[in-house]
């Protein structure tokens, strides 16, 4: 037997993590996404024997693996007791023990996150380690407004103790492994960096109670009041397809399926269009602007792909993947399956010219923030959207700009001007790019700015001409 290891799974498209702990023989898996072929590949490379599947709480950012994964490997499925589900698994409560091959597993109510949230506390009688799930972050919380707005705040002070408790209980050394934090919208204040140092043993950057306990929001704040506002003013808008994520997790998830989409012609895509479908674009937003079919909506593969797609789309509707290669198509379908989005209606690869043809096509100009500083100061006021979050604009923003927050352009698009271009911005130009396919369709004539938002300020523009 080999003591406590951890092998660590990263979702970057979520800012999520899965995790398997060990001693060489057998294993406990913690929170996995369901695409579970990534942790079935590391027990078989291993020849680890799962006894346990657990999850820390009823997620709300994906759908979970963990009720497939532990039907399929014969393991015991273990959430908090007190969760409404409408499958049977094992429930625990705070202070029960699970046995995992040498390693002793303490259940630890961590509420704050979600209600019925736990925290598992797993050591080998040298090393600890405290899965934490959404409650302890690194420098952060999990936010505390996705169970519903009107408990925030109730939530809110159940994290502030839970975080208390956790360092109180813990000795400074405990390696804290949380699920949220790495980019997700589940974590609440911003989590700091520095509060995170990448560990050899388990190739990422981790954290620990006593480093926690000196930079933690929640363990340096002054006190609960100064807490409790703090986080609830951070809280902004995050992704809609978040209400669906709960109720499916409740259900017991379907397993997956990615396998190749039907493959669509370019008659076929042109029904979609025309029937209201959505035909994502994964090609690259510079390639888009270049060269598009009329109707379809750019959302470039990358991290990010499955936070907007997810969020933008009517909930149901059909979704056809269209790109160069069979790859892309292949990460956006995967992504999509792990929010619930699970099978694409088809796909298209070969590049634009192959499934484009004879379609009407569209192009736009791209630029960046020194062409629009050129023309203001020239005398032209161009049109600006800004299509960034609240919370983001209120830290820098150009002067005399619309804001529509990309995620209510869909419903907002008609207060968008059709008489003139309308140059669109975000951060860095992702968003952006999104935001002039989806004006396109509405008719508008988007001029796509690609730049970083530190121009803004370098160039004057938030400064009235």
Aim: hydrophobic share 40%; proline share 4%; charged share 25%.
């Amino acid at each position: 037997m080999a003591g406590l290891q951890v092998i660590t799974i990263e979702t970057p498209s979520l800012g999520d993590r899965s995790y398997i702990a060990h001693d060489g023989e057998k294993a406990l898996v913690v929170d996995p996404q369901r695409d579970i072929d990534r942790v079935l590949a590391h027990l078989d490379e291993l020849g680890l024997d799962v006894t346990h599947v657990v999850e820390t709480h009823v997620h709300n950012d994906y759908v979970t693996g963990g009720y497939e994964l532990a039907r399929r490997v014969g393991a015991t499925y273990v959430l908090n007791a007190d969760d409404e589900l409408f499958f049977d698994a094992h429930g625990v409560r705070d202070g029960d023990h699970l046995q995992v091959g040498t390693l002793d597993v303490r259940v630890v109510h961590t509420p704050g996150h979600t209600p019925t949230h736990l925290s598992y506390v797993v050591t080998d009688g040298t090393h600890t380690s405290a899965f934490t799930g959404g409650s302890l972050l690194y420098g952060s919380v999990g936010r505390t407004d996705l169970i519903s707005r009107a408990m925030a705040e109730e939530l809110t002070r159940h994290q502030y103790a839970t975080a208390r408790r956790l360092a109180d209980e813990l000795d400074d050394d405990v390696t804290v492994l949380p699920t949220h934090g790495f980019g997700s919208f589940c974590s609440s204040a911003a989590a700091d960096a520095q509060t995170a140092d990448v560990d050899p043993r388990y190739g990422v950057a981790t954290s620990t109670i006593g480093r926690q306990r000196l930079e933690n929001i929640a363990l340096t704040v002054a006190d609960e009041e100064t807490f409790v506002t703090t986080i609830l003013a951070g809280l902004d808008a995050y992704p809609r397809y978040y209400a669906h994520m709960a109720p499916r997790n409740k259900l017991g998830p379907d397993p997956v399926d990615l396998s190749p989409p039907v493959p669509a012609d370019a008659s076929e895509l042109a029904a979609r269009i025309h029937a209201g479908e959505w035909v994502v674009d994964l090609r690259t937003r510079t390639a888009y602007a270049q060269d598009h079919v009329i109707g379809t909506v750019n959302v470039e593969v990358s991290d990010s792909l499955v936070t907007y797609l997810a969020w933008l789309i009517p909930w149901g509707t059909p979704v056809t993947l269209v790109g160069d290669t069979a790859e892309e198509v292949a990460e956006a379908q995967r992504q999509l399956a792990r929010v619930g989005i699970d099978r694409p209606a088809a796909a298209a690869t070969g590049g634009i010219d192959r499934w484009g043809e004879g379609l009407g096509r569209g192009t736009y100009r791209v630029s960046d923030y020194a062409g629009l500083a050129a023309l203001r100061d020239a005398g032209d006021g161009p049109h600006v959207l800004d299509v960034r979050r609240d919370d983001e604009r209120r830290n820098r923003s150009i002067a005399g700009s619309q804001h529509v927050p990309l995620h209510e352009l869909t419903r907002r698009a008609l207060e968008v001007p059709d008489d003139r271009e309308v140059w669109v911005h975000c951060a860095g130009g992702y968003r952006a790019s999104i935001a002039a396919s989806l004006l396109v369709r509405a008719g508008r004539r988007p001029v796509l700015i690609d730049d970083d938002e530190q121009a803004i300020t370098t160039l004057g523009l938030d400064r009235a001409a």
